[in-house]
């Protein structure tokens, strides 16, 4: 079985106090941190022991994962099984990177976001060069608040040619027709996130090969859905995974969207779905956002 999963354990905590973030400098305690370790070690002696399937892992952490160490480890672990496909995460690249050195570059990708007022921009900048010189598969990111305009488009210039740079609609937010422009000007696939999708109705991979699970093994079909399928340790989810139409509204989140069939960002992001990476840039390109 080809399966994608989306997890998302308890750590909550972050660095940074990003104003437009709701875990913006929470701290987790020592009983917390300690659940999130052996919940995220549950969920990875699980991925090692599916031989027979193919997984592809995001993991979408409410706070900064990469700055324990047990998220270092075990994304480099399983960046080198032979039936893990592809695992990534979602980081703010606050962490050091010389783990690196023990991942497979061609499994493991990193999706990473850069706060203006949270870091210094050489100092991200740097770090996106060296996840480039390592060669580890990455895309790159901002928050898409006017007073981020130029420091994204200074972004665009300064990343090779090739790094994706894309813009999240800021929630809340309503852009008129030209600023929508200037924020498409620097990420042609923009007017994607600028709205909500209609969903309701409408055929979904999630739920079928795609699924969330949680750090108690609760698998439901996405993060947006709370309805269960099962649990991922006993095994029970598989008996309910098939074609599903979404029961929402609306899909607002890159990370919902891009897996509704109606939606041509599975070809737009063939091979880098998880990881928010175009096939090409000729991709890119001839993507029709609505």
Avoid at 111 to 126: N, S, V
Avoid at 178 to 203: C, I, K, M, Q
Wanted: aromatic fraction near 10%; include cysteine.
């Amino acid at each position: 079985m080809d399966l994608s999963i989306l997890y998302r354990g308890p750590l909550a905590s972050c660095d940074y106090d990003c104003p437009y973030c709701p875990f913006a400098k929470r701290r987790d305690s020592r009983e917390q941190l300690r659940a999130d370790r052996a919940a995220l070690e549950r969920f990875a002696g699980w991925a090692t022991a599916q031989t027979d399937d193919r997984l592809s892992l995001l993991f979408t952490p409410w706070g900064e994962g990469l700055v324990r160490s047990w998220y270092r480890r075990t994304l480099a672990e399983l960046s080198r099984l032979p039936h893990v496909r592809r695992v990534a995460i979602q980081t703010n690249l606050s962490c050091r990177t010389d783990w690196l050195e023990d991942a497979d570059p061609g499994t493991l990708a990193l999706w990473c976001t850069y706060h203006p007022g949270q870091t210094p921009y050489d100092r991200f900048l740097a770090k996106c060069r060296d996840l480039a010189d390592r060669s580890v598969r990455h895309s790159v990111g901002v928050v898409g608040l006017p007073e981020h305009l130029a420091e994204a488009r200074r972004l665009r210039a300064d990343l090779p040619a090739h790094v994706y740079l894309w813009i999240n609609a800021a929630e809340g937010h309503t852009y008129t027709d030209a600023e929508a422009a200037e924020w498409t000007a620097v990420d042609p696939l923009f007017p994607y996130s600028r709205h909500p999708h209609r969903s309701a109705g409408l055929p979904c991979r999630t739920g079928e090969s795609v699924i969330s699970v949680d750090g108690e093994g609760t698998v439901r079909r996405c993060h947006f859905v709370p309805a269960e399928l099962g649990n991922l340790y006993d095994g029970s989810y598989r008996r309910a995974l098939r074609p599903r139409a979404c029961p929402l509204a609306v899909c607002e989140c890159h990370i919902g969207y891009v897996h509704l069939e109606s939606l041509p960002l599975y070809d737009t992001f063939a091979g880098g779905v998880l990881e928010r990476i175009p096939a090409s840039p000729v991709q890119l390109l001839r993507a029709t956002p609505p």
